[in-house]
């Protein structure tokens, strides 16, 4: 359980982006960690059901982190917070990048937590996959760049920064407050800024690096399909980045195979083709009506009989599209980079935020998630599912409704997120500035 290795979102649209700034002269200046080829060969082996004491969850915070151009005057001397001169007269990258993150990690290990660089590994021949499990790894956000905001403070050089958080166990009081106490120590030591080239990712996963068991997979791969138009109205539909321009997240109900294949005829619901699961089935049978696509996808991932298919089955074909907003790749193993990193659910919905209340309510919310469908016991699953189930067939009533009939477009984003989350269980105080986040953002213009 951990962050990517490497990441290609700087790669969309067939352009590089950039991940540093140099700005204009002014004259001023895992010890638990399996190979996946061991992994492949342990999947019809676990025998240890899956369960909620057991989900660890990581967090990977993209940022724009500015220097001081040397010899520059602050362009912000109202911001108390403070500001490092960058060494080098010629600015350059790499003595750039080392420094800012340098001084990243020396902030996370003021409140007493391990970290290191990617830049430190590399020099001394470590492997960052072996500490996943121990320390915070300060290193590039490929996809993170200065616009042009950013770009009016010249004295400013920009470097695109990646902040990953190790693995930690999802149902220990003590996450959310360690989370807190690194995110609340960076935003007062350093300038952070987040634009929309920036991103907040989620990692879930087993503590124990084996993968989730196959019907747990189905489970979230059954709500987060439904519920996907629901969660992903928290990204600013206003936003430059709203359609994956700078980052990888496509939509999983647009770009994935599941997607090309639940265009045909309804099916019938009587009986439930191929659904075993009780929970599914109740929400399914509590509606009066389900949308032939809803009832078609369900049955699909139903059908899937291994992890490699159902990874694949919600996994777009083209390289573009293999990391979704919520990613399923590392279980398709369709290239070099899934087949070695663990087996990991990813959400990459969630926009680049300096509000440590946003992230940390963003944490949680991904993990009730993953712990509805972990717990067979649980019931939050099946509620959540039929919540979301009877959105879906009311979005498509609203669609055919005039417009005097329409409810405003942002109150019900608003009010679906907010009927979602107390289906989950999910505490408001996590998810009530996610709803006034919608409900603003979603307005007309």
């Known amino acids: 359980m951990a962050p990517f290795l490497h990441d290609d979102d700087r790669r969309c649209n067939g352009r590089i982006q950039p991940a540093y700034q140099i700005p204009t002269k002014t004259g001023r200046g895992a010890a638990n960690h399996m190979d996946p080829g061991l992994l492949l060969k342990t999947y019809a082996s676990i025998t240890e059901p899956d369960c909620a004491e057991d989900i660890s969850v990581a967090l990977e915070w993209k940022l724009l982190l500015p220097l001081l151009a040397r010899g520059a005057e602050d362009p ?40 290191v660089t990617m830049h430190s ?40 920064v990646e902040i990953c958080s190790p693995k930690m166990r999802f149902k220990d009081p003590e996450t959310p407050a360690r989370v807190l106490t690194v995110l609340e120590a960076l935003n007062s030591d350093h300038r952070l800024a987040a634009n929309c080239t920036c991103e907040v990712h989620i990692h879930l996963g087993r503590m124990d690096g084996r993968p989730w068991s196959l019907s747990t997979l189905k489970r979230l791969a059954a709500l987060l399909w439904v519920a996907e138009p629901t969660l992903r109205s928290i990204r600013n539909p206003k936003s430059p980045n709203y359609h994956n321009i700078y980052t990888w997240g496509f939509p999983m109900r647009q770009q994935s195979r599941l997607a090309a294949r639940v265009g045909g005829p309804a099916m019938t619901t009587t009986p439930l083709p191929g659904i075993l699961d009780s929970r599914a089935i109740d929400a399914i049978q509590r509606q009066t009506a389900i949308p032939a696509q809803e009832l078609n996808a369900l049955v699909e991932i139903w059908k899937t009989t291994t992890h490699l298919e159902l990874g694949q089955l919600l996994s777009g074909p083209e390289k573009k599209y293999r990391r979704l907003g919520f990613n399923f790749s590392a279980f398709g193993e369709e290239d070099e980079r899934a087949q070695r990193n663990p087996r990991t659910m990813e959400f990459r919905i969630m926009e680049g935020s300096v509000n440590a209340d946003l992230v940390l309510g963003w944490l949680s919310i991904c993990g009730t998630i ?24 009311e979005r498509q009533r609203a669609e055919e409704a005039s417009d005097s009939e329409k409810e405003t477009f942002g109150g019900r984003r608003g009010r679906d997120f907010r009927e979602l989350m107390q289906a989950l269980g999910v505490a408001e105080q996590h998810y009530r500035h996610f709803e006034e986040k919608i409900k603003r953002e979603h307005c007309p213009l």
Request: with cysteine; glycine share 4%.
């Open 370 to 393: 993953a712990e509805a469908a972990v717990t067979e016991s649980d019931n939050r699953f099946a509620a959540a599912l039929a919540v979301s189930l009877r959105q879906s067939d």
């Open 76 to 115: 912000q001397p109202e911001d108390g917070r403070p500001i490092v001169e960058a060494r080098d007269e010629e600015h350059d990258e790499r003595g750039c990048l080392e420094q800012a993150y340098e001084s990243v990690a020396q902030t996370v290990r003021k409140t007493g937590e391990r970290a």
């Open 121 to 160: 590994l590399l020099k001394d021949g470590l492997a960052e996959k072996d500490f996943w499990d121990s320390s915070w790894v300060v290193k590039k956000a490929n996809s993170a760049e200065p616009l042009d905001e950013e770009r009016s403070l010249r004295e400013y050089v920009w470097v695109a």
